[in-house]
């Protein structure tokens, strides 16, 4: 069975995010300044044969990959729509705790994004099972995500920081309301839509107040140039941690590199714990507000109400 019309939109979905595990070379793996750590699909890749999957899905393309998860552009057979499908893969491993593990991201993450309610979050619409792992089954975004626009055109103007930061403030809120932390709010995830929207994506490794779900022992979660200090040491995740991440996040957009990029993995680790932010060439009005969000103590660190109110202060000037 098969729908009239072609799926014939462009679409991207954001990548899995990244952990600190075990300590790789000494000497550090070099980091692209906004690449965040994961591979993106600039070609789409035909799906093997068309794959159904759960008996109504078909994989079309290939939209991106990273290290634990691909992301392709399917056909709803049924509602004759076009969806988007993540899933999230075991290691090589192959074991039977692996598998368990991957299982257990899947529903984390649909469970976390299902809980808020809010156009700037990225909508579940189906989670199902299709051999030994789940996919979790997404709305489609069109346009590009704030990584890719930073990397093929540069940094933004300070007053589209402003509107960006404003929209992504709006959405934290409304997660944090849901009781959900992030841990990977980043270029990567932020999704810049054709039709205007900010939509914040990969709840992978986002957690609920009132869930026990968390990574194993000894791997904290997130994507390492945009962590905040509180993660690196393990500590329990709370809403300062994101709001960091998104000052990390308007820097890079501002400035076209992370904040405490240093060339390689554990020397930028070391600058995001110890480092000021910088160098500041370009973000002229907005600086002071970003500087806020990337204070090293959380409880120093501007909260979503006194960033608000700050940049709707200099969207007037």
Known sequence: MGCPQALTTRTAVSQQAGTVGTPPDPKGQPMNAVADLAEVVTEPVTAPSGRLVAGRYRLRSLLGRGAMGRVWLAEDELLCRPVALKQHLANDTGSVGEARAARARSLN?????????HDGVVRILDLVREGSLPWIVME????????????????????????????????????????????????GNVQLCADGR??????????????DFDWPHGVVAGSPAFMSPEQLRGDEPAPPSDLFSLG???YAAVEGRTPFDQGGLWATLTAVAENPPGPWLRAGRV????AGLLAKDPAARLTIGAARTALLDLALT
């Open 109 to 117: 993450e649909a469970r976390t994004a299902a809980r808020v309610t």
């Open 140 to 187: 489609p975004l069109s346009g590009q995500t704030l990584a890719q626009v930073i990397a093929t055109d540069g940094p933004l103007s300070i007053d589209r920081v402003i509107r960006l930061a404003l929209r992504l403030l709006d959405v934290l809120r409304s997660v944090h309301a849901a009781g959900i932390v992030h841990r990977d709010v980043k270029p």
């Open 198 to 211: 900010v939509v914040l994506t990969d709840f992978g490794v986002a957690c609920m107040h009132d869930e």
């Open 248 to 250: 990390a996040t308007l």
């Open 287 to 290: 600086r002071p507000v970003i």
